[in-house]
């Protein structure tokens, strides 16, 4: 059995998104439907970025099982024979059996379009959201700039979710603007449900005036949907790519208004954490994303060292206990690690081959 690796750009206007549902067709259904045509095979598709209805991709990845023996890079050319004009595979390849793109560490990014104009354009109705009134780009960059960083973005998450830890790690947030077209670029570790359109939407209240740019720090503060601006309309938003990381940094070093930590790899598969400070509402949420991600990062054995005191002996958090060394440092038993289940991201609903 191979492991393909696929690129996939879509138009999703015409879709329900890329998640299969009974209400219409996926982008999911339409490429599942192709792959059995052309292998003759009872083949399942595993995507890596569920986007919504109307949302489009440049690079959305997804993965499957075959016993074909086509080349891993001449996939694209034969599949997208199968697929209609909407849908293409970009690029594919042959990859390990354990690789799961929904369990690596990787960088997101998205961009959301916005005509800012008198007059609409018919060309890019289904591409852009077109706002009438006029939007300060410059302020509306300002206001992006304060999500960068690791931050919880509870303000900007559907109340539908059902994720628990809602803590994310933004690398690009900025708004650009060319013409009649104002663009907001965000890259990150993950994106919660709805996030990129909800913060888009805030932006837009910002840019017409409706809320001052410093709103945007007491939204991200408040931790409360309600705070937010709207919800902007699915048409504007692109995945645009999915990079994996390819290396591990050494160190990640962590200071913010709420917690600060150091995690050390450089002794993988030994790997260390250190909490300097944390709230106390964040303490328990914190601990155990901390020891999620070295245990997702290779450790096999993973040393805690609390600054706050709150760490005790016996302590659980989700699948982890943690007991003392004589050392004071604290060491986590990974009990579904043990045995032999997968350790990965509770925001991730779907199972994929292999786990």
């Not at 909800?198 to 991200?220: N, W």
Request: net charge negative.
């Amino acid at each position: 059995m191979r492991r393909i690796l696929l690129k996939i750009a879509y138009d999703g206007t015409a879709y329900v998104g890329w998640q299969t549902q009974p209400n219409g067709t996926s982008i999911e259904e339409v490429v599942t439907a192709a792959l059995r045509k052309l292998l003759k095979e009872d083949v399942t598709l595993y995507g890596c970025s569920r986007t919504d209805s109307g949302v489009h991709a440049d690079g959305n990845l997804a993965v499957f099982d075959t016993e074909s023996r086509i080349p891993g890079d001449k996939f694209k050319f034969a599949l997208n024979e199968f697929l209609p004009p909407d849908v293409v595979v970009r690029e594919s390849e042959e990859v390990a059996p354990d690789y799961h793109p929904r369990k690596m560490n990787s960088v997101k990014t998205y961009e959301y379009r916005i005509l800012n104009s008198k007059i609409p354009l018919p060309k890019e109705r289904n591409y852009a959201y077109f706002y009438y009134y006029d939007l300060d780009a410059e302020k509306m960059d300002r206001a992006a700039k304060v999500l960068l960083g690791e931050h919880d973005f509870k303000s900007f998450c559907s109340i539908r979710t059902s994720v628990e830890d809602t803590v994310r790690r933004i690398y690009t947030s900025e708004v650009t603007r060319d013409g009649d077209f104002i663009t907001y670029r965000v890259s990150g570790s993950g994106f919660l449900y709805n996030m990129v359109r909800i913060i888009a939407g805030t932006l837009v209240k910002i840019g017409a005036g409706l809320l001052p740019e410093e709103s945007m720090t007491e939204i991200l503060e408040a931790r409360d949907r309600a705070a937010a601006g709207p919800m902007a309309p699915a048409m504007g938003l692109t995945l645009k790519s999915i990079v994996p990381e390819t290396a591990l940094p050494e160190e990640e070093i962590e200071s913010g208004k709420h917690w600060a930590y150091e995690i050390d790899y450089r002794s993988l598969p030994e790997g260390k954490i250190r909490i300097l400070r944390s709230d106390e509402d964040d303490y328990a949420r914190l601990l155990l994303r901390l020891t999620k991600r070295v245990s997702r990062n290779g450790a096999l054995y993973i040393h805690v060292q609390d600054g706050t005191g709150r760490l005790y002996d016996g302590r659980k958090a989700d699948y982890f206990t943690f007991r003392a060394e004589e050392s004071g440092s604290f060491v986590t038993v990974d009990e579904r690690k043990l045995s032999g289940a997968s350790a990965g991201e509770e925001e991730d609903d779907a199972t994929l081959p292999g786990e």
